[in-house]
């Protein structure tokens, strides 16, 4: 097989592979200079122009890319409890033997410590975007592209790719994203069994929406 055969049969695989490539490089390299810049940035990387290139490069449904409604049934079900448990498992085991908890407590904005509303209002805006921005790309995306290719592995994939851009991108409050990339396995689990990362969004939002009230009421 020639170098252009080769290339010709994996065409969409090579070509989508750039095209994220070039998403999470423009994350990484555009600086945002106030939170709004910095939305706007991720959301154009993370979302608008992987969307554009399945929709009018690809051609492709974006359902199978892990935004249609997916499938279900009672094993995906417990799939879902099993990982579910087990998250709160690992966040729990994390806590018991580590410092990582009171490190994260002081990178946390103060007032959501003294406040309902503000803790409120922290978790529905800032960790419910990331989670969306999170789910989305890399378990829609980068997920999907490796699941027909090496089947359950694309979870792993998924998962270090997410920890590699993050610790890169936010090396300076990096304990901040540890939660996202520590449920990123799990979720990386619902948004393959199910198909869809609709399923894992709400996953992902419920355990560290737990996780932070857990950490309010041990700090």
Known sequence: MTLRDYFHKEKRFIVTSVILL???AIFLM?????????????????IILPILHVKLVLKENLAQWGLGKGQWNIRIFMTIIISFLAAC???LLVHLTTDFSAQYAGLLPAMIFDQFRFFLLFNVTIVLFSVILYEIFFRGFVLHLFTDRVGWWAVIVQFLVMTIVLMIGFD??????VPYILVSLFAG???YVTRSVWYAIPFSFLIIILFN?????TQ
């Open 22 to 24: 070039l998403c999470i």
């Open 189 to 191: 689990v619902v948004a």
């Open 89 to 91: 498992g690992l966040f």
């Open 213 to 217: 009230s857990f950490i309010i009421m």
């Open 172 to 177: 300076d409050r990096f304990l901040l994203d």
């Open 30 to 46: 555009f600086p945002a200079k106030s939170v709004f810049e910095g939305i706007v940035i991720s959301i154009i990387a993370f």
